[in-house]
């Protein structure tokens, strides 16, 4: 993660951030471990906080929109209802119907699940799912996650910094305990659903 944050710096960790967040062919990126990665740099001194927080907070932002575009304009035609059949017809009414009633708490709540996030927005626009509202969602989740994260990231480090602790030295067990969470949590469930269903 180090190499990858000084290898790209602060553009490619932008852009990392954009497409994670609406294409779900970045659903792979690691986005949740590199907001605290980058919060933890910006305590010792490698980004100036309020920068680096406005542009992960564009690029997130951004990057929802681009994807529920690129739903829109693909995937209304991948699942046309004119030309589908009966199938697609009603998958497309059953997305829309998903869409209306929980779209924001998606937008919002699936923010924070990786792989999950990259491939919401994406479905939101082939759902047709009314900008305005999309928006609003977006901004607010955009808000909590990629402002959210790396500021938890930069108190964190601030304090481990004035514990007397260097934060060089932790930032890679801290993140690898963050990537391992992200990777068990999901599994021990689909364990746990796999049980169940037998």
Do not use: C
Request: hydrophobic share 55%; net charge positive.
């Amino acid at each position: 993660m180090e190499e990858l944050i000084g290898t790209a710096g602060l553009v490619g960790v932008a852009l990392i951030v954009f497409f994670e967040s609406g294409f779900p062919f970045a659903f792979w990126l690691p986005g949740d471990s590199l907001l605290l990665s980058v919060g933890l740099f910006a305590a010792s001194g490698r980004f100036d906080l309020v920068v680096l927080l406005i542009v992960l907070f564009s690029s997130s932002v951004a990057g929802v929109a681009a994807g529920y575009a690129t739903g829109r304009l693909v995937g209304a035609r991948w699942l046309d209802p004119d030309h589908g059949g009966e199938t697609r017809r009603k998958r497309l009414l059953q997305a829309q119907s998903f869409y209306v009633k929980h779209g924001g708490k998606a937008l919002v709540l699936g923010r924070f699940v990786p792989a999950v996030r990259s491939f919401i927005p994406f479905f939101a626009g082939i759902a047709r799912m009314p900008a305005r509202r999309l928006m609003f969602y977006n901004v607010v989740g955009g808000a909590l996650w990629s402002m959210g994260l790396p500021l938890v990231g930069y108190y964190g480090g601030a304090w481990l910094h004035r514990k007397g602790i260097d934060i060089d030295h932790l930032i890679l067990p801290v993140v690898g305990s963050i990537v391992a969470v992200f990777v068990i949590v999901p599994l021990v469930q689909a364990v746990r659903e796999r049980v169940r269903a037998r």
